[in-house]
């Protein structure tokens, strides 16, 4: 089992930048099995959407429309993922979900975090 806990999440202006946080707990084993740690999110009356992920090897991959704006980053000592949002704009709105894929069928998430940008 992981458990995943997010926060950093908040209104910002467009433009504007935070940085979401992700902290991992569980066994060791369980964690070390993890290939994917990513960034989901979901935005009212849409379906959850991928943002960004990293591999254990520490290779990212970003959609298309955070591409250069967006930073995927993990540290393995702390057991947390980040994601580093800036240039935000008002269709980056929705709820970020951390997510974590051991490519088995089960997959973990987080509780997700609101982040709503808006003048």
């Known amino acids: 089992q992981v458990q995943l806990v997010e926060s950093g999440g908040g209104l910002v202006q467009p433009g504007g930048s935070l940085r979401l946080s992700c902290a991992v707990s569980g066994s060791r084993s369980s964690i070390s099995a993890i290939y994917f740690f990513g960034w989901y999110r979901q935005a009212p009356g849409k379906q959850r959407e991928l943002v960004a992920r990293i591999t254990y090897e520490d290779r990212p991959n970003y959609a298309d429309s955070v591409q250069g704006r967006f930073t995927i980053s993990r540290d393995s000592a702390k057991n947390a993922v980040y994601l580093q949002m800036s240039s935000l704009k008002p269709d980056d709105t929705g709820v970020y979900y951390c997510?974590?894929?051991?490519?088995?069928?089960?997959?973990?998430w987080g509780q997700g975090t609101q982040v709503t940008v808006s003048l």
């Open positions: 997510n974590a894929d051991p490519l088995g069928s089960t997959k973990y």
